[in-house]
């Protein structure tokens, strides 16, 4: 395992900030106003990075083309969710860093056209950038904000610059 990005504090305190637009409210309301945006911007894949957004989006039937999770919520475990993808990756990611391998699995999986599902041994916070980095513009990244709803990364030239910024600034690791 080679970890290639490490979490500074200075990092931290951005993630802290919603990545793309925030919806606010309870499981019904966000996943009505996420159908909203589905509709309006017709994405051609939706990738989920969390496992109550993955969840939620499933049962909404919002299917992900990828869903990312740790089979944690909070930190604490939960119950896998039923398993509907064509394809599950386990790779091992350890928290506050994005693996080399981590990278490799989630870029291979938006190169395919398949559902693919990537179970983390570790944290898949972080997978997020990856996820902006490696899709295309217009699909939709969506990610949990913890105890206030889901964000939606609308995939631009933009965020990907950002994301590349942001990945700069995380040191390397010595590993």
Same mark, same amino acid.
């Given at each position: 395992?080679?970890?290639?990005?490490?979490?500074?504090e200075?990092m931290?305190?951005?993630?802290?900030?919603?990545?793309?637009t925030?919806?606010?409210?309870?499981?019904?309301?966000?996943?009505?106003?996420?159908?909203?945006?589905?509709?309006?911007?017709?994405?051609?894949?939706?990738?989920?990075?969390? %496992?109550?957004?993955?969840?939620?989006?499933?049962?909404y039937?919002?299917?992900?083309?990828?869903?990312? *999770?740790?089979?944690?919520?909070?930190?604490?475990q939960?119950?896998?969710?039923?398993?509907?993808?064509?394809?599950?990756?386990?790779?091992?990611?350890?928290?506050?860093?994005i693996?080399?391998?981590?990278?490799?699995?989630?870029?291979?999986?938006?190169?395919?056209?398949?559902?693919?599902? *990537?179970?983390?041994?570790?944290e898949?916070?972080?997978? @997020?950038? *990856?996820?902006?980095?490696?899709?295309?513009?217009g %699909?939709?990244?969506?990610?949990?904000?913890?105890?206030?709803? *889901?964000?939606?990364v609308? @995939?631009?030239?933009?965020?990907?610059?950002?994301?590349?910024?942001?990945?700069?600034?995380?040191?390397?690791?010595?590993?």
């Amino acid at each position: 395992m080679t970890v290639v990005y490490t979490l500074t504090e200075e990092m931290r305190a951005k993630f802290k900030e919603p990545f793309g637009t925030l919806i606010e409210g309870s499981f019904d309301e966000t996943m009505n106003k996420m159908k909203s945006m589905i509709e309006r911007f017709e994405p051609s894949r939706i990738i989920s990075v969390g %496992d109550v957004v993955s969840l939620n989006l499933h049962e909404y039937g919002l299917n992900p083309q990828l869903s990312i *999770i740790d089979n944690k919520s909070l930190r604490t475990q939960i119950m896998p969710e039923k398993n509907i993808a064509e394809k599950t990756v386990h790779i091992v990611n350890p928290q506050g860093t994005i693996t080399k391998e981590a990278e490799a699995v989630v870029k291979e999986a938006l190169q395919k056209h398949e559902h693919v599902h *990537i179970v983390v041994e570790g944290e898949e916070d972080l997978l @997020v950038l *990856i996820a902006v980095l490696y899709a295309s513009e217009g %699909d939709f990244v969506v990610y949990g904000q913890p105890r206030v709803g *889901i964000v939606v990364v609308k @995939v631009s030239g933009e965020k990907k610059g950002q994301v590349e910024r942001w990945l700069n600034a995380m040191k390397p690791s010595k590993s």
